[in-house]
């Protein structure tokens, strides 16, 4: 893994060393939380489902009524050539992550200008490689999502502090856990920056949309399980199902998709990690991205923990 300093970003309009990055303690993103993210990874050196981030990015600005000072296309040129820059540098995948502010505001002595920011950062396949192998253990904390009719969670914005106090509790319990938080009715959510899947009797369920960001690699697993014959079913998981479910896996564009060994102590019922439709969504995903993202991180088991981040 390359220091930062080796690395370069994009920050309104120039390319800098990553490290000469600034933002303002006055801009509306640092004290208001007024600002969106989004972020793809490398495959192999190749950014993968770029555009579809970058849209998702685009409707969070709409509803934070962020204009961007950038269209989407020159971002995603931008975010290209800054991944493939950084990529060199790392010697190994990376995210590639799109930063949009609300600036300084005027009446703190700013125009408002958005900053845009594009930035990469080294996949962490060490510290993660065991989940692979042993699959993750998951926990419930007591802080549940934030509603709907508060906050949409189809914003991915760069306020985090909702699934950051669950994942918190988590960590005080077990550091090396993934927070998968209930909605506002108790059922299962989803984890920072993971989406959540149960398999039961063969059939592929998954929270509703209404209380979880949709996530671009969820789409994709759900495109993938149609494509080898398996229904999938969008629905509220009560504990109750998710405790007696065959299988349990999380997607997330870093993970792509990791079997959960334990969730709150209860194990999947299929016995093995991954189960058997795990393994079959996993080749299938492999073979979509061109390498086989499982021994990716297998290759690094040995190197470091496993601590659970997005």
Known sequence: MTAASNRIAYLDGALVDEDQVRLSFRDAGAFRGEGVYD??????????????????LWRSLAYLRIEPPIGIDELERVSLEVAAINYERVGADIWVTQRVTAGVPPEFGGTGTPTVIVECFPIPFASRAATFRDGIRALTPTVRRTPPWAVSPHAKTVDLLNLRLAAMEVAAVDPAALALVCDENGNLAEGP??????????????????????????????????????????????????????????????????PVASLNGARPRA????????????????????????????????AGAAPVAS
Do not use: K
């Open 271 to 302: 016995g093995r990690i991954p189960g058997p439709v795990t393994e079959r969504l996993q080749d299938a995903f492999s073979a979509r991205v061109g390498i086989d993202v499982v021994d990716q991180y297998l290759r690094h088991a040995d």
């Open 193 to 258: 920056g993971a989406n959540v899947f149960a398999v039961s009797r063969g059939v592929l369920v998954t929270p509703r949309v209404d209380h979880v960001l949709p996530g671009v690699t969820r789409q994709v697993v759900i495109e993938l399980a149609h494509e080898i014959g398996l229904e999938v079913v969008e629905r509220d998981v009560p504990l109750f199902d998710a405790y007696t479910a065959d299988e349990l896996f999380v997607t997330s564009t870093s993970y792509c998709i990791c």
């Open 39 to 56: 972020s793809a990874r490398t495959f192999d050196g190749r950014v993968m489902w770029l555009r579809p981030h970058l849209e998702r």
